[in-house]
């Protein structure tokens, strides 16, 4: 039986992610981005894995729910395949409480936590913990253990060494295949918005920011006042992002990350004397529905949408990676009707 020839332009997370869920299956895979890997958002420094609330259960929630349940096995097999780490981490978040009806609010969660996390991991309001924590007035955090860390760089590189180990290609030129997937972020989104004549998505600008502090290779993510505070095993840690509409330097930093740096220090003030090793700048891919963009390309057989990941595409990239191949090789489609372009 011949082996399936797939293109996947872009080697951001869906796309690199894709490759090696196909590669794996034994198609013949060539991913091709001109700026190599992650040259766009995919390529940041913060690598917050975390789901959203477990309330107003929709169809994103409970697919990005079944992959980040399942991304500490899948990620391990692409180090273990290409013998690089990824920096993947399940190890948990933090959130502070603000007051008592923050608190009951927290608390009320917890039982549909219960239920739409099958049990598997908790969501519990607990005392602040001593050491790495956030400033909490009421003493109190809310804690779930679900949320995860991955480093974003060494992921790409992680999977692209796992595709090329596998006899997959990942190469900044080259001709498409029959079969042509597209996973070109916030350009694509455009791009396919101006061939379907109506409003998909585009870029939306965001900045982040890398400091030098150990904070311990299990210390859990913070999340408060709409900042994600990482720590990698690496001994440094990430925080950002902003979400920008409007903008003059799509790629360049600016006093909104500043701002945001002070921000992350008054919610943990074991940051404040922390040097900054590096910031970035990009456009992220943000649908005009909020939700992915996945799916064939409507109008052109063979080619096929995976885009609009904004903000959680670590999060979804394994369940998406596996369902795009389940559609390709197998046949299968189990792409939520929401997601399709």
């Known amino acids: 039986m011949a082996r399936a020839e797939i293109t996947v332009r872009g080697a951001g997370v869906f796309g690199l992610a894709i490759a090696w869920a196909l590669v794996r299956r034994g198609a013949r895979v060539r991913v091709i981005d001109p700026g190599g890997v992650g040259a766009g958002a995919s390529g940041g420094v913060v690598g917050a894995l975390a789901p959203h609330q477990p309330e107003g259960w929709n169809a994103l929630k409970a697919f990005q729910f079944d992959s980040l349940a399942m991304a500490e096995d899948w990620w391990a097999a692409v180090a273990a395949a290409g013998g690089q780490r990824t920096g993947y981490g399940r190890t948990g978040r933090l959130q502070p409480l603000a007051d ?73 030129d080259g001709p498409d295949g029959a079969t042509v997937v597209w996973a070109t972020g916030a350009a694509g989104l455009a791009a396919l918005g101006a061939d379907l004549g109506r409003d998909i998505g585009g870029g939306q600008k965001g900045q982040a920011l890398l400091l030098c502090h150990d904070a311990g290779c299990e210390a859990p993510q913070i999340f408060a006042d709409g900042l994600h505070i990482v720590p990698h095993a690496d001994g440094t840690v990430a925080i950002g992002s902003t979400s920008e509409r409007t903008w003059q330097d799509a790629l360049g930093t600016d006093a909104r990350l500043d701002a945001a740096l002070a921000r992350a220090v008054a919610v943990c003030p074991v940051l404040a004397d922390a040097p900054v090793i590096a910031r970035w700048a990009g456009l992220r891919p943000r649908s005009a529905s909020r939700m992915p963009v996945v799916g064939p390309w409507p ?18 990239a394994p369940l998406m990676a596996e369902t795009m191949a389940d559609l390709l090789l197998e046949g299968r489609d189990a792409i939520p009707a929401a997601f399709r372009p």
């Open 299 to 316: 109008g052109r057989p063979g080619h096929y949408v995976a885009n609009g990941g904004f903000k959680i595409g670590f999060g979804l």
């Open 100 to 172: 008592d009806r923050a608190v009951a609010a927290a608390r009320a969660r917890a039982a549909e936590a219960a239920a739409l996390w099958q049990g598997r991991f908790r969501w519990q309001v607990q005392p602040a913990p001593a050491g790495w924590a956030p400033v909490s007035p009421t003493g109190l955090v809310l804690r779930d253990t679900l949320s995860a860390r991955i480093a974003p760089r060494a992921a790409l590189a992680a999977l692209a060494a796992a595709i090329r180990a596998q006899g997959g290609a990942v190469a900044e």
